[in-house]
């Protein structure tokens, strides 16, 4: 039967532990944006559609370097006139959201290059992550399981005992490492567009290592010191 309750016979330590550790990024996100302007519906629709075909051509063509692709958000909005009283059209506005995630970072100073040359086209990114299955995460509470022992035993050996047993063991914590946008990727996106740049840039663009850590809190059981 578990003793809940510390007793002389049966004292307790409860200790926290830590893991920590640093590893290389798996995987790569960028976000493309094609803007669209035209005084025709139709043909600002057109020519959406078609800048958008081009990017995904490209993405696509990188074959197993890049992972996922996916449409985050397409729009196209009248834009009209300040004056008169009337309802008056003055262009159309649209604009298609692309989201990109790459695993082959060897392709990736290429491939933003080449998508922000495209006309009417932003990149940002990229923001560097660790897949939700990586080994780094159970690698990590592996770390804070064997500091949260080792933290015990040097309180039992301060106290001339050992351990006797384990009573509880729990996360003080989920793991912690940049996982997405929102959460800061790489310590922030650098915006690259095709008009500002004139022509497509040679990036070198370094993959920043990923900080993952866990964290539990663990309660033993003493044998009896002799104070």
């Known amino acids: 039967m578990t003793q ?14 830590e893991g920590r550790l640093e590893v290389d ?21 057109a020519d ?13 063509a990188q074959g197993t370097s890049v992972e996922k692709v996916e449409t985050g958000s397409l729009s196209i909005a009248p834009d009209l006139g300040r004056r008169g009283r009337g309802e008056r059209v003055q262009s159309y506005r649209g604009r298609v959201l692309v989201k990109a995630e790459l695993t082959d970072f060897t392709v990736l100073g290429e491939l933003v290059a080449r998508l922000a040359d495209l006309e009417m086209t932003s990149v ?27 933290r015990a035993r040097a309180y039992a050996e301060a106290l001339g005992t050992s351990l006797a047993s384990l009573l509880e063991l729990s996360d003080a914590g989920a793991d912690r490492g940049p996982m997405s946008r929102d959460m800061g990727y790489g310590g922030g996106p650098v ?12 990036l070198d663009l370094e993959p920043q290592r990923q900080t993952v850590t866990a964290e539990v809190v663990a309660r033993f059981t003493m044998r009896p010191p002799a104070l």
């Open 124 to 150: 940002e990114g990229p923001w560097w992550a660790l897949r939700p299955d990586s080994p780094a995460y159970a690698e990590a509470r592996r770390l804070a399981v064997t500091e949260a022992v080792q």
């Open 25 to 45: 990024p798996e995987l790569a996100q960028v976000w493309v944006t094609v803007a669209v302007r035209g005084t025709d519906r139709a043909a600002a629709l």
């Open 191 to 202: 915006a690259f567009a095709a008009e500002a740049a004139g022509v497509a840039p040679a």
């Open 48 to 60: 959406l559609t078609g800048r958008n075909a081009r990017v995904l051509d490209l993405l696509k």
């Open 4 to 17: 809940e309750h510390p007793t002389p016979e049966a004292p307790q330590v409860t200790v926290r532990g």
